[in-house]
């Protein structure tokens, strides 16, 4: 059944949404080898102090997250397709010199250059991908097709990585970056300039000019500043969990089983998740669902098993993965309600480094409750699920009025 319904929405994409989901695999394929063990890689197999393995890593995360409003910007202004073209180009270099890096400038500029190819490719795929399916409903489910192609980047990138670190770590940065190489070539050859870009003008307003309108759209700020605690709550998989696990049960082991939980979930799951909510719940309620679950699954952690210490972990990994599968690809195909088609990869933009500010904040605000001796950690555990809770009451209100009104519109 599941097989058949993914054929069945594959055969409905596009040439260029083909290939646009086979990107969602490959990117996360690639980074997915090498990026999980790359600290590992520095402290141990190269001597690099700890305080440099965080330069090099926070830079990694701050040139992309941060540069993803001047990646969508160039993305509207040069094309989309040139700029994941050179987001692919970028991103090769920068994993191979993480690959064969031994000196700690090298390694700092490879880490920026893996960073900035995301903040090149990631606004400007996004957004060509919506201005391929103008209509809702097709936007939702193409969303959700990339988001199954990403979830099995995600899941199988850590295992190849592992099994190429058994030769050198030297050989998983190649491979991750011949990965890029492919992709890049692919889509040269079969990827076509979106029609709307084609022979264009530029005339374009000055960017800061079109940033300062963005900034000043209140809708659409309202919509990001609530989204993007999707991006707070993500990244404490990375943060607080793990810490957690350790503290607990000291079985690192856990960690795993915890990521392949949420990320089979995705890859099974995400297509029949996404055509419950067509059916049965619409774009409002499944964002507002979707968010409070994601909040609420870390209220798992109060509990404790003694003879299943792993059992909280996985229930909170498996509430977290249904509340993400629900909101995540609505958030993703609803922001081109905000924005005419030439000015999408600005507000892709926008939209990803609120988020990225937002997992930062989080993984430094929670990285300090957690290790406070004074602070119990239910307190955390409830704070992220009443943001969470928050964030998804906000969102379908305001999301269920903008639906509302256009309705209302039609009928006159």
């Known amino acids: ?37 790359l600290a590992d890689h520095l402290q141990h197999n190269l001597g690099i102090s700890g305080w440099y393995v965080g330069v090099i890593i926070g830079l990694r995360v701050l040139s992309q997250q941060g540069m993803f409003l001047v990646g969508g910007t160039l993305g509207d202004r040069l094309g989309y397709k040139r700029l994941i073209l050179l987001g692919c180009a970028v991103r090769i270099i920068g994993f191979t010199l993480l ?16 960073g900035f190819a995301g903040a090149l490719f990631t606004p400007s795929s996004q957004a060509y ?14 969303f959700a097709l990339q988001n199954v192609t990403s979830g099995a980047g995600m899941l199988l990138g850590p ?30 050859r079969y990827l076509p300039e979106l029609a709307s870009q084609r022979n264009t003008t530029h005339a374009h307003s000055k960017f800061w000019q079109q940033w300062g309108q963005m900034l000043t759209h209140k809708a659409f700020m309202q919509f990001v500043l609530c989204s993007s605690v999707y991006h707070l709550l993500f990244h404490q998989l990375y943060i607080a969990v793990p810490h957690e696990i350790r503290a607990i049960t000291q079985d690192v082991s856990i960690i795993t089983w915890v990521f392949a939980t949420s990320s089979i979930l995705g890859v ?74 030439k000015e999408l990869g600005s507000h ?37 699920a009443s943001f969470g809770i928050l964030s998804g009451a906000l969102l379908f209100l305001q999301v269920n009025q903008h639906i509302k009104r256009q309705n209302v519109s039609l009928i006159r």
């Open 1 to 37: 059944m599941f097989s058949k319904h993914l054929l069945k929405d594959w055969h409905l994409l596009s040439p260029a949404g083909r290939v646009l989901v086979i990107n969602g695999f490959t990117f996360n394929l690639g980074f997915y080898m090498l990026l999980p063990y």
């Open 99 to 114: 690959g064969i890096g031994q000196t700690v400038p090298v390694l700092i500029l490879g880490a920026f250059c893996s």
């Open 129 to 142: 991908l919506a201005s391929e399916y103008p209509e809702q409903k097709a936007r939702d489910k193409v």
């Open 159 to 188: 295992l190849v990585g592992l099994s190429l670190l058994y030769f050198d770590f030297a050989l998983v940065g190649v491979i991750s970056a011949a990965l890029f190489t492919v992709l890049l070539v692919i889509q040269w």
């Open 268 to 341: 099974l799951m995400q297509m029949p998740v996404s055509r419950f909510v067509e059916s049965y719940l619409g774009t409002a309620r499944g964002i507002g669902l979707g968010m409070a679950m994601m909040g609420s699954s870390y209220l798992w952690l109060n509990l404790s098993f003694s003879s299943l210490p792993a059992l909280p972990f996985i229930l909170c990994a498996v509430f977290f993965s249904l509340g993400s599968m629900l909101v995540f690809p609505l958030l993703g195909a609803y922001v081109p309600k905000f924005c005419s088609p």
């Open 348 to 384: 892709y933009g926008l939209y990803s480094c609120v988020g990225g500010v937002y997992a930062f904040i989080g993984n430094i605000t929670t990285g300090w409750l957690l290790s406070s001796t004074s602070i119990h950690h239910g307190w955390v555990w409830s704070g992220l």
